[in-house]
């Protein structure tokens, strides 16, 4: 494995299990042997074991006495609150988007949506849901909020890996959409268009996905959607 300039061996391991676990080839549960992820990254056991602690931080493998490192687990409850605070952030991000977006902005926003689109247009193939991840975190960025880019990458990581999992389990999981009417919201710099479409779209999914599973929570999200 060819080692990206300056990355260092704990980063490059903690990509590669990532990249794993997102995309559900290691499925929750399983445990990670770090003896053989060292010797498959051709490093030793500390830069693993470097990264795992990462991901345990993280919240995507459990370190458990006796049983070693395991891949965790996201309920339907979790992923419940992932969307609740989507519901709140994305749209924030959406609207400073329409207000700060460059011409070359836009023209990168609309390369990722083609090629998120694309994805799902091949047959027989497990979409990659990192895409998706890509173009949202994409339009955090041109909002110029680095923390609001980390929060909704990680939010739309954890979206990610729970329909990477399904798709896995052989269950259904909604269809790609087009972004194309949030885009040419941010391209009309209609920051108050841009917000209300991202919103609609987040609870619409979740619907989708969750079909009410989580009865307590439908009201903390009922109660986001009055938010201003």
């Given at each position: ?21 997102l ?20 490093m030793?056991?500390?830069p ?5 602690s ?46 700060r ?40 960025e041109?909002?110029?909020?680095p ?13 990610q ?34 917000r ?33």
């Amino acid at each position: 494995m060819e080692l990206p300039q300056k990355e260092s061996l704990a980063d490059a391991a903690y990509r590669h299990l990532k990249r794993l676990i997102l995309s559900a080839t290691l499925s929750p549960d399983t445990v990670i042997d770090e003896k053989l992820v060292a010797a498959e990254l051709g490093m030793s056991r500390t830069p693993v074991r470097q990264a795992t602690s990462r991901l345990a931080a993280e919240g995507f493998v459990r370190v458990l006495p006796q049983r070693g490192t395991l891949v965790a687990q996201l309920s339907v409850s979790d992923i419940e609150q992932v969307y609740l605070l989507r519901s709140l952030v994305e749209p924030v991000a959406a609207s400073l988007a329409a207000q700060r977006a460059t011409p070359q902005d836009l023209e990168r926003l609309e390369a990722f949506e083609r090629e998120y689109l694309a994805e799902f247009d091949i047959e027989d193939h497990i979409p990659d849901h990192a895409l998706h991840t890509r173009l949202h975190t994409a339009i955090a960025e041109v909002a110029g909020m680095p923390r609001l880019v980390r929060l909704i990458r990680e939010l739309q990581e954890q979206t990610q890996w729970f329909l990477a999992v399904r798709v896995r389990e052989g269950r259904q999981v909604p269809s790609p959409h087009s972004h194309q009417t949030l885009l040419s919201a941010i391209r009309d710099g209609d920051a108050e268009r841009a917000r209300d479409i991202s919103r609609t779209a987040i609870l619409g999914s979740r619907s989708k996905i969750l079909n009410g599973a989580v009865p307590e929570a439908d009201l903390l999200l009922a109660t986001a959607t009055t938010l201003p």
